[in-house]
């Protein structure tokens, strides 16, 4: 593992460390992850958020970096992604928005249900109730896997 590291922490050109980011002059940056299907809390959040923002008297620009994970575990993946929908369509050059691991096991899913399948297990079943609800698919099958990708065959 110490070589892992070790490996992870130097630039591909050489031995040298690499070089720490660093937030431009001119920049003040918030950065979002993991929110998970909690559209409650991302609520609460962006409130936090934007009264931060706005209590500065700097020209800073502020920019917001959502990491990925939008979706699963929680029961508001639908509200959270029509939310940052929303906000991407309005505010579009100081929002960036990263696909995360689930995001992509999401995708994956959806193009190949029987190779995606083990999205399912990470929430993706309930994903697919609040996001598709006219599959009439509930929680309760007892083969999940087959049982949603037939929805999509």
């Known amino acids: 593992m110490y070589d892992l590291i070790k490996y992870f922490l130097k630039r591909a050109s050489g ?6 980011p660093k937030v431009a002059a ?5 950065a979002v992850g993991d929110i998970h299907g909690r559209h409650d809390l991302l609520t609460s959040m962006l ?18 970096i959502f990491l990925g994970d939008y979706v699963d575990r929680g029961d508001q993946s639908a509200q959270v992604l029509t939310e940052l929908c929303d906000i991407a369509k309005t505010e579009a050059n100081a ?12 995708l994956a899913f959806l193009e190949d249900p029987i190779r995606g399948a083990d999205w399912l297990g990470w929430g993706g079943a309930s994903n697919l109730e609040q996001l598709w609800p006219c599959t009439g698919l509930t929680r309760s099958r007892k083969s999940r896997t087959s049982g949603h990708a037939r929805c999509f065959v």
């Open 95 to 106: 929002f960036e928005f990263l696909m995360g691991n689930h995001e992509a096991a999401m």
């Open 26 to 30: 001119g920049e003040r940056v918030y």
């Open 15 to 20: 031995d040298a460390p690499c070089q720490v």
């Open 47 to 64: 409130r936090v958020i934007a009264d931060d923002a706005g209590s500065f008297q700097d020209a800073r620009e502020a920019r917001f």
